[in-house]
């Protein structure tokens, strides 16, 4: 087995490239030109160009690089003279923009946001400076691996020893570096999911289910895992954390045009209780090192809570396959206890100003089942989260990060005017044609050009289009958290393990790439497109899938980068403008003018009374899922007397200055309510299987109140994870 990061986050810091190990440290051929071509962004330097030229030579590009026709007396007193001009043009041209945009913006950004490092070279010590690197440069992993990266879009990494939070890169030329605004209804999200990553699912990872044919999802497959120590137990899934995704795998994202990677948790990376058989804390290290090289890469995260106690969507991704225990049954309300404590302790640790630029959005509950739950419910619930989020980060622009919510399968229509006068939610929203019923869907591989993809491509922009454009208006910021290739339900465990459907013999073509002709990538590629044009601000689902047991991609339709590398996935999501007006698909389009209260402006925060009127009380007014003539107010709830399970700051190698501010994984020092617990005495049926559990017919204990919770003033105990 790999080892594990060190004390919770064992930061990759790469070693200098032989190109850029010298006595600079600015970055080689940097361009930010967003129409530059590879070639066209190619800056001659002294990395890249030797001082004297043979009398023939080929440049960068191919091109001829020729001598002066004129005499070599000439030629001996001029060159050198041109070189000097030349190299102290260049020198300007790279140094002084890198300089004011990179290095002297992020000292002073930290300065003015309680920084993490200072400015005074004094404080620098014996450390080195900053190493980075543009496209074709060397990148040395923890490990002493090494790759190249590639990135023909004008984006760099870096890497600072002596500021590890440091949040000057930009991962393309179009999108701005960390330390820079993002700005909704300007830039556009392109990003891609990491998921199976943290939150196992077997169509993801079908190899680690296939040793445990009885395992289902995560729950059981921790179960069977336990039991079997003599191939590593538990430890299973911790290798599978170390190496599913590598730094190459972030630096590809960034390489491919993208953006933002979607990064989906499990709440056992804080805790589990006694009765979940989940790898407990363990993932959390391994989380804090991909939102590193997430900022060394210049990418942002949309950190998304993909769990809760009690599952709130009954899928095997929510951590255990079944019934729904989230607000709804004899547990629902204490399961959101639990729920509203884990995403309490998420927003404390990404609002430090240190994870600030890294995570822009905070995903709180992944796909909860509003059907099931209730439109009421569920509002309730967000108005409860969105408070407690803001009563930590404080309102408006720049304090903490948007709240992302997902639509609930209930069509982006629904949520109009939802929460007006909130503080920067984000509507997120999962369009799949896989899921839709369809079983036997039309062909998608019916020619090339316009012709490429039979009736997909102007289906993704009839269906998704209008709804998308009408909800920036209707809603606010609304993107796309999830969608795929999948235009049906072929890939093997998609559908769940012993689903027969999804490696049926009509899928046998879908569950081999090889097989892929021109005609069928080029309608793949053309679905992509469109849907992306479509969808405006989308991730992707996923970046990757793990081989099955024969060592073949069993889900490709899937993999974002199996596309890029065998060719239906755009090398270049820029491609996608325009896509759906070529298909004479139009719809109205968003003008990109939020209303100010949207995204943090005059009234965030200012609810409308008539909603807080409905909604204000929590827990909500009514559960599903109760007998009929239950007395809600007897429903099980917890007390808040436990010590907060606070999640730990990364720990670097080698130790930044000791003026390096790292944070304690803890916000808000005024925030010192503790956290849910049993209470001692009473009997709770299980938290994940209560729908049929009887009734309370009295309270536990006697003077309990249902929701009620502890607040004292004193800072509160910490029991730090470990």
């Known amino acids: 087995m790999s080892s594990r990061p060190d004390s919770l986050a064992e930061v990759s810091l790469a070693t200098p490239d032989t190109l850029l190990n010298s006595n600079t440290n600015h970055p080689p051929g940097i361009s930010t030109s967003e129409t530059a071509t590879p070639c066209e962004s190619f800056i001659y330097t002294s990395y890249n160009s030797s001082p004297l030229l043979p009398s023939q030579h080929s440049g960068p590009c191919g091109e001829e690089i020729k001598s002066s026709p004129h005499s070599k007396k000439g030629a001996a007193y001029v060159r050198p003279v041109l070189l000097f001009l030349s190299a102290v043009l260049v020198a300007v041209a790279v140094v002084v923009p890198v300089y004011f945009v990179v290095i002297k913006h992020q000292h002073h950004e930290s300065d003015i946001t309680k920084g993490t490092s200072s400015s005074n070279p004094s404080s620098v010590g014996s450390h080195a400076g900053p190493t980075y690197g543009a496209n074709g440069s060397t990148v040395t992993t923890s490990d002493g691996s090494t790759f190249t990266y590639i990135n023909p879009f004008g984006g760099y990494w870096i890497d600072d020893p002596n500021d590890p939070f440091n949040d000057g890169a930009r991962p393309n030329s179009w999108t701005p570096p960390l330390n820079e605004s993002w700005v909704w209804g300007t830039n556009k999200v392109y990003g891609v999911n990491i998921g199976g990553l943290f939150v196992l699912e077997p169509f993801i990872s079908p190899a680690l289910f296939e040793r445990y044919p009885e395992a289902i999802d995560e729950w059981s497959l921790s179960t069977l895992m336990a039991a079997d120590t003599s191939n590593g137990g538990l430890s299973q899934i911790e290798d599978h954390y170390n190496t599913f995704i590598t730094e190459q795998d972030i630096a590809e994202i960034a390489g491919a045009g993208l953006n933002w990677i979607r990064v989906p948790i499990p709440f056992w990376a804080i805790e589990k209780w006694d009765f979940e058989p989940f790898l407990e804390q363990v993932c959390w290290p391994y989380i804090l090192r991909v939102l590193q090289w997430a900022r060394k890469y210049g990418l942002r995260v949309n950190l998304d809570l993909h769990t809760i106690p009690g599952s709130q969507n009954g899928f095997n991704h929510s951590g255990k396959f079944g019934k729904i225990n989230f607000l709804n049954g004899v547990m629902g309300v204490a399961n959101a206890q639990r729920a509203l404590g884990y995403i309490r302790i998420i927003a404390e640790f990404i609002s430090q100003p240190e994870w600030r630029n890294v995570v822009p959005v905070f995903g709180i509950m992944n796909e909860a089942r509003v059907a099931v739950i209730g439109m009421d419910q569920m509002t309730s619930f967000y108005m409860q989260a969105h408070d407690m989020i803001r009563n930590i980060t404080g309102y408006g622009e720049g304090n903490g990060p948007y709240i992302a919510i997902h639509d609930g399968f209930q069509g982006l229509s629904t949520w109009a005017g939802f929460l007006e006068g909130s503080d920067r939610i984000i509507l997120d929203t999962h369009p799949y044609f896989a899921f839709s019923g369809n079983s036997d869907p039309a062909p998608i591989?019916?020619?090339?050009?316009?012709?490429?993809?039979?009736?997909?491509?102007?289906?993704?922009?009839?269906?998704?289009?209008?709804?998308?454009?009408?909800?920036?208006?209707?809603?606010?910021?609304?993107?796309?958290?999830?969608?795929?290739?999948?235009?049906?339900?072929?890939?093997?465990?998609?559908?769940?393990?012993?689903?027969?459907?999804?490696?049926?013999?009509?899928?046998?073509?879908?569950?081999?790439?090889?097989?892929?002709?021109?005609?069928?990538?080029?309608?793949?590629?053309?679905?992509?497109?469109?849907?992306?044009?479509?969808?405006?601000?989308?991730?992707?689902?996923?970046?990757?899938?793990?081989?099955?047991?024969?060592?073949?991609?069993?889900?490709?339709?899937?993999?974002?980068?199996?596309?890029?590398?065998?060719?239906?996935?755009?090398?270049?999501?820029?491609?996608?403008?325009?896509?759906?007006?070529?298909?004479?698909?139009?719809?109205?389009?968003?003008?990109?003018?939020?209303?100010?209260?949207?995204?943090?402006?005059?009234?965030?925060?200012?609810?409308?009374?008539?909603?807080?009127?409905?909604?204000?009380?929590?827990?909500?007014?009514?559960?599903?899922?109760?007998?009929?003539?239950?007395?809600?107010?007897?429903?099980?709830?917890?007390?808040?007397?436990?010590?907060?399970?606070?999640?730990?700051?990364?720990?670097?190698?080698?130790?930044?200055?000791?003026?390096?501010?790292?944070g304690n994984g803890w916000f808000d020092s005024s925030d010192t309510s503790l956290a849910a617990t049993e209470v001692a005495g009473c009997t709770y049926p299980d938290a994940w299987d209560a729908i049929s559990a009887a009734m309370p017919t009295a309270l536990c204990p006697p003077t309990a109140s249902a929701g009620a919770s502890v607040v004292v003033t004193s800072v509160p105990a910490l029991a730090t994870s470990s």
């Open 445 to 662: 591989a019916t020619g090339t050009g316009v012709d490429a993809g039979g009736i997909w491509p102007a289906l993704a922009c009839s269906r998704w289009g209008t709804e998308m454009n009408a909800s920036q208006t209707g809603f606010g910021v609304t993107f796309a958290g999830e969608f795929s290739n999948g235009f049906n339900d072929c890939g093997l465990y998609l559908n769940g393990v012993g689903n027969a459907q999804d490696v049926a013999p009509s899928c046998s073509l879908y569950l081999d790439s090889s097989q892929w002709n021109d005609t069928m990538k080029a309608g793949l590629q053309q679905l992509a497109l469109a849907s992306m044009d479509a969808l405006q601000d989308w991730f992707f689902w996923t970046w990757k899938i793990g081989p099955s047991s024969n060592n073949t991609i069993a889900a490709p339709l899937w993999s974002y980068q199996l596309g890029l590398q065998q060719g239906w996935m755009p090398i270049d999501p820029r491609m996608a403008t325009g896509t759906c007006a070529a298909l004479d698909v139009t719809a109205q389009q968003f003008d990109g003018v939020y209303q100010p209260y949207q995204t943090g402006g005059p009234g965030a925060g200012t609810i409308n009374p008539v909603l807080v009127s409905s909604y204000g009380q929590y827990p909500p007014k009514s559960i599903s899922g109760l007998t009929a003539g239950a007395t809600q107010s007897f429903l099980p709830t917890y007390t808040s007397t436990s010590a907060i399970p606070t999640l730990p700051p990364p720990t670097f190698t080698p130790s930044p200055p000791s003026s390096v501010i790292i």
